[in-house]
């Protein structure tokens, strides 16, 4: 990375880290929709077969262990709380799309010479409490003692 760019250049380099933000928020987004959505579904499963299965007067000491792993999963699920991860990433994409978008029509709305010192300045700011607002909600929640868990 130079030193002293011009303001087209440290533009760039901006909308290039605000990117990056908006890819690694999508990127962790999925991989949480993706795990609180098994743990949903198998949760449903196993309950599921779990009840069919003791009806099944032959198949009860299976469906006991089926409804075991369904309280267990329950018990986890609060402790890893996917969801509530997913919708953070969410909002954090959402924040550097926005940005993104502001940054990208400051250039296209300014003159040749580019945007000056001071706007970039105050869209660096907004990208950084990005940043430190994301971090701050993570920390914050994982040390939150998990929900109690209802099966």
Known sequence: MGVGLTPTETSALLLDKIRRGHDY?????????????????????LSAASTILLGLHRWTDLAFALVALVTALAAAEPFFNWRSRWVLM??????????????????????????????????????????????????????????????
């Open 25 to 45: 928020a999508r990127r962790r987004k999925e991989r949480f929709r993706r795990r609180a959505s098994a743990v949903k579904l198998l949760t449903l499963a």
């Open 90 to 151: 969410e909002e954090a994409q959402y924040r550097f799309r926005r940005l993104s978008d502001d940054l990208e029509y400051l250039l296209a709305s300014t003159t040749a010479d580019g945007p000056t010192r001071h706007q970039l300045d105050g869209v660096f700011g907004r990208y950084q409490a990005v940043w430190d607002d994301l971090s701050r909600t993570w920390l914050e929640r994982r040390r939150e003692p998990a929900p109690p868990s209802t099966p």
